[in-house]
């Protein structure tokens, strides 16, 4: 009997901001910043290299490709053949571009920059063409690499027929250095090019007819806007003592015009077909991080463990680690040094989360609502208690010992790059947060985590005398079981939500609005790291799953609503982190003694996509049919077909780490 195969082309949910060759650190920062807080909670805005777009299989989870400022030659150097080809195959078959003055260079048919200064002169033609004439500049004098001598605030003239998006701003001023114009743009509106802006003022080049600062540029299916100023710089980021006093009067310039530079830069998402957020994201501040525990015993008794790697300076103790800074602290203490640690220098512009100092407040007792409103601790030990005591394996450690905090950086940030910390926390230890700032993915991803997402981290004690029975790569497969099963048992009714196992730790969800389509979308990304210390590898377990959150993809309210029915148990993030924690200590405790036996197995493949799918190699270009998962090293299991999809024989064994299953196109991806 056929079974239906799943389709899996979910949404596009990913921002991707070249950051490699060519690029300026502060052109990325400023991109990564903008952006952020334009397109969250819809996007994930994510940095990637040139080997990133080269090799791995982005364009059909990509809405938008920016190419920041910086130096073109770099990325020509980087990107062209293949990585041209990629990109403009992107753009040709639906995708969006974004270029910012060197990537508004790059994206035109021609770049003419400084021509007859023989020292920074650019003259060629470019790949990927998307503005079908040349690309001229600077349209000002003055410019200098990696200095603030040839910048200014020129105004622009925005075109309202051609955006329509939103509150568009009739003029602004937009930091510029070293950008072009696009020559006699006005004459390529038969093919496809409209002017978004233009420049008002006189120009230090012949700019042909008109003036165009801004362009926007249909590309086959897809569209290209190009820019020559930087309408994604914000001028909280930009330091006065850079340049002299004139550069000081642009930076208050830019200053007055923030809001007219935001709406234009979200008329141009937004007539990319992007999904722009109603108001702009604010940058949140690092909250406290408040430790407790099941037994409140072993909050005192964690502290006691951290003395030997504890610093005293007064009256204050930190612990100062690889990556971040912590303090020490017991409810309702604080002082005026410690508040200003806790606070960054510009709280409304680009923030080193790393440099803050990071506050743990220790608790004797369970904390109250008040001190944590989004986190209900007493809800959540109640059901780990409840859960413990029907566990089969006796669980008992999983979650017992809790750090939560309103806003961090990352759950997996905080106790894997933090290696001092890390070896002194007992198993099960778990971190969990409402909002994270910097969250971390597989590979070049990163899981987007608006409000209402679960967010947690577990650190995992894996002995090296299992290594053998029950090697540390199958944690991720527990883990992913775990979330599965952990919602399938959440409460009566939720065993008939559709939720299934991506090889090799991913968790997708047939989408509840059309489930006829049998089209499954992303609800839940993992992210295991581990390292050898002494007699064990200790993994850090990072989870995050929507919850209550409908953006980007869908959430378990939506799921339990459609397949559960109106008397389906509301989600709580509470009940829900002790439900997932008590199945994953479960399935851990067998997997000590039996490895990843039969039953395993069987458990496995009862929630797994992908039996009997049909992929292509991308080696040699044969086809092959998924026949599983190796019980030693979890390895994904192929078989080849030849003639009339026949066997032949042959077996491909790929391993997760140094492949990616790349089942939108039906591709095994041989990483290089």
Same mark, same amino acid.
């Given at each position: ?28 920062? !400023? ?57 403009? !195959? ?77 509150? @568009?701003?009739? $003029? ?29 003022? =006189? ?52 200053? =007055?015009? +923030?809001?007219?530079?935001? +709406?234009?830069? $979200?008329?141009?998402? &937004? ?26 015993? +072993? ?7 951290? !003395? ?39 709280? =409304? ?20 609502? $008040? ?5 209900n601790h007493n809800a959540y030990y109640s059901n780990l208690r409840r859960y413990q005591s029907l566990s089969k394996e006796g669980a008992s450690e999983f979650g017992s010992t809790l750090m939560y905090g309103e806003v961090v950086t990352s759950t997996n940030t905080v106790l894997e790059k933090n290696p001092k910390l890390l070896r002194k926390l007992p198993q099960g230890f778990t971190l969990s947060a409402t909002t994270q700032v910097a ?21 995992? %004690? ?10 540390? @790569? ?39 609005? !059309?489930?006829? $389509? ?130 032949? &024989? %042959? ?13 939108? %196109? ?7």
């Amino acid at each position: 009997m056929a079974t239906a195969k799943p389709n899996l082309n979910g949404k596009k949910v990913n921002v991707l901001v070249y950051s490699g060759n060519g690029t300026t650190v502060e052109s990325v920062r !400023q991109c990564l910043y903008s952006l952020r807080r334009l397109l969250a909670p819809h996007y994930a805005v994510i940095p990637v290299t040139a080997d990133m777009l080269i090799k791995e299989p982005w364009t059909l989870t990509c809405a938008l490709l920016v190419i920041p400022g910086g130096a073109d030659l770099g990325y020509c150097r980087s990107l062209n053949g293949v990585g041209n080809r990629r990109i403009e !195959q992107f753009v040709r078959r639906g995708g969006a571009y974004l270029g910012f003055c060197a990537g508004a260079y790059y994206g035109s048919k021609r770049c003419e920059f400084e021509v007859g200064d023989k020292t920074m002169q650019v003259i060629g033609d470019r790949e990927l063409a998307f503005f079908p004439g040349v690309c001229r500049g600077g349209a000002f004098p003055g410019f200098v690499y990696h200095s603030e001598s040839g910048a200014r605030a020129p105004e622009l003239k925005v075109s309202k027929e051609a955006l329509t998006a939103g509150i @568009v701003p009739a $003029k602004f001023r937009s930091y510029y250095n070293g950008g072009g114009v696009f020559v006699d743009a006005l004459l390529y509106a038969e093919k496809g090019v409209e002017v978004l802006a233009e420049y008002t003022e =006189e120009l230090n080049v012949d700019a042909g007819l008109g003036a165009a600062a801004v362009v926007y540029c249909k590309v086959g299916e897809g569209a290209a806007i190009l820019t020559g100023p930087h309408p994604e710089f914000a001028a909280v980021n930009l330091d006065k003592s850079a340049g002299g006093p004139e550069y000081a009067r642009i930076v208050d310039a830019l200053a =007055e015009d +923030d809001r007219a530079r935001t +709406d234009f830069l $979200k008329a141009c998402l &937004g007539k990319l077909g992007l999904q722009v957020a109603q108001s702009t994201t604010t940058v949140p501040s690092l909250s406290s991080m408040h430790l407790s525990a099941l037994n409140p015993a +072993d909050t005192a008794q964690i502290v006691s463990s951290l !003395q030997e790697i504890i610093t005293t300076e007064g009256e204050e103790e930190y612990v100062k680690d690889e990556n971040d800074t912590f303090r020490i602290e017991k409810p309702g203490t604080w002082s005026f040094n410690a508040l200003g640690e806790s606070l960054p220098e510009r709280p =409304e512009g680009i923030v080193d989360y790393n440099a803050i100092t990071k506050r743990i407040v220790v608790h004797d007792e369970v904390p109250s609502t $008040k001190t944590t409103p989004y986190f209900n601790h007493n809800a959540y030990y109640s059901n780990l208690r409840r859960y413990q005591s029907l566990s089969k394996e006796g669980a008992s450690e999983f979650g017992s010992t809790l750090m939560y905090g309103e806003v961090v950086t990352s759950t997996n940030t905080v106790l894997e790059k933090n290696p001092k910390l890390l070896r002194k926390l007992p198993q099960g230890f778990t971190l969990s947060a409402t909002t994270q700032v910097a969250g971390r993915g597989r590979g070049s991803n990163i899981w987007v985590s608006p409000a209402g997402a679960l967010i947690f981290s577990t650190v995992l %004690r894996h002995p090296m005398e299992k290594m053998q029975s029950a090697p540390v @790569v199958f944690i991720q497969y527990l883990a992913a079981m775990a979330v599965v099963q952990g919602i399938k048992s959440y409460d009566e009714g939720f065993d008939s939500i559709p939720v299934k196992l991506k090889w090799p730790n991913d968790v997708y969800a047939l989408d509840p609005q !059309q489930p006829e $389509k049998q089209q499954y979308t992303k609800i839940c990304g993992i992210l295991v790291n581990s390292q050898l210390s002494s007699n064990e590898y200790v993994s850090v377990v990072g989870i995050g799953l929507n919850a209550t959150n409908a953006s980007p993809t869908t959430s378990l309210n939506a799921l339990a609503a459609r397949f559960v029915g109106p008397k389906a148990a509301p989600i709580g993030l509470e009940k829900l982190l002790a439900r997932i924690l008590t199945t994953l200590e479960e399935l851990y405790t067998r997997f000590l003694y039996t490895g990843f036996d039969r039953g395993f197995e069987e458990m496995y493949y009862n929630d797994w996509l992908h039996m009997h799918q049909v992929v292509t190699l991308e080696e040699g270009g044969a086809r092959a049919r998924i026949k599983g998962i190796t019980r030693d090293y979890g390895l994904l299991l192929a078989e080849e077909l030849g003639w009339d999809d026949r066997p032949t &024989g %042959r077996i491909w064994q790929l391993q997760s780490d140094s492949n990616s299953f790349d089942f939108f %196109r039906g591709l095994v991806k041989r990483k290089v």
